[in-house]
């Protein structure tokens, strides 16, 4: 008998992939038991539709490709990425499950951390005299199941007027797609940060949230908060 296709279209809600692929996977082994000379799984959204081979390694459905990507700015990249997280239903890696997106995020925050311990210490250099203390980095989990990733920049005079110290956090709310970038007193940026190079990409953002929530803390007091101002 000659080669020949089987195919089904199945419609899958985006929250219930995740189960699918488990069935998918035992499927494939199956039909390959029973004469299939290959198997392969496809996932489509109602804007787009990939297909990519298991290449005999079981299968693997991503739903967004880099190539859409080639040639757009670093500082864009990030967001068309987040635009297109929302578009295809996923994040990352094809991650559609919340622990999957969790771990797609403690990397995230260990790619980004020396890149924000560098942005608070150029402004500790330069506007603070030095005086000031970065501190935090860890994940913490909210009762409510937020994962946030917090760092700060304190001195003694934000310290003395009782205002927030410059603040870089990253959070994923409980009830958010994916997760996102702030400051004490400013927001929201996407984060999509996979790799030592995203994360790179991201230090012009992170020098900017800290440059504003410096700004909005001055005009929460004064200019007499800035050492490098006052000579102190």
Known sequence: MERYVDGFVIPLPMDKVDDYKRIADNAGVIW?????LEYWECLGTTSTSRTWPDGGRGNEMNTASE????GVPAHLRALLRHFADLRDGTHGDGAVSRADKERLF????DFLAPYVRQALGEMNEALLSATGTIAGGAIIRSAAGDVTATWTLSWPEQSRAGIPPITLEAFFGH???HPHLRGATVGVWPLNVFSTADAAAELPTLRAIAAADLHNLVFQRDYRIVPAITGS
């Open 67 to 70: 190539r859409e990507f080639e």
């Open 106 to 109: 403690s990397a995230a925050v």
């Open 32 to 36: 390959k038991e029973h004469g299939a």
């Open 175 to 177: 009830g958010f797609h």
